[in-house]
């Protein structure tokens, strides 16, 4: 069955970096667009950056772009998130999504912690 599994949270001060992993399973990961979510306490959870299943094309949230970097890695089956230039407002749990047969797969999620 479909796994996706995050890890690369963790505490760190504004204006650092992190850089988040998904190990995916269970699906021909080639095939298929991914995608990394945030959920920040209180709020809904919302689409941070999206790339396409050759990496070809990425999309970003406007609040993240020129500070977030999505890639694959095809052989190894995982997705990454590159974070950069952290705020405090990017302190979220951040999941790893995929979309098949018209519904979402979800990792546990990673938390992302941003505070001096």
């Known amino acids: 069955q479909v796994q996706l599994v995050e890890s690369g949270g963790g505490l760190v001060q504004p204006g650092g970096s992190l850089r988040l992993s998904c190990a995916a399973s269970?699906?021909?990961?080639?095939?298929?667009?991914m995608s990394w979510y945030r959920q920040a306490p209180g709020k809904e959870r919302e689409l941070v950056a999206t790339?396409?299943?050759?990496?070809?094309?990425?999309n970003y949230a406007e609040s993240v772009k020129g500070r977030f970097t999505i890639s694959r890695d095809i052989a190894k089956n995982t997705v990454y998130l590159q974070m950069n230039s952290l705020k405090p407002e990017d302190t979220a749990v951040y999941y790893c999504?995929?979309?098949?047969?018209?519904?979402?797969?979800w990792g546990q999620g990673t938390q992302v912690t941003v505070s001096s």
């Open positions: 999504n995929l979309w098949r047969s018209s519904r979402d797969y």
């Open positions: 269970g699906f021909t990961f080639s095939n298929y667009a």
């Open positions: 790339i396409t299943s050759t990496g070809s094309s990425r």
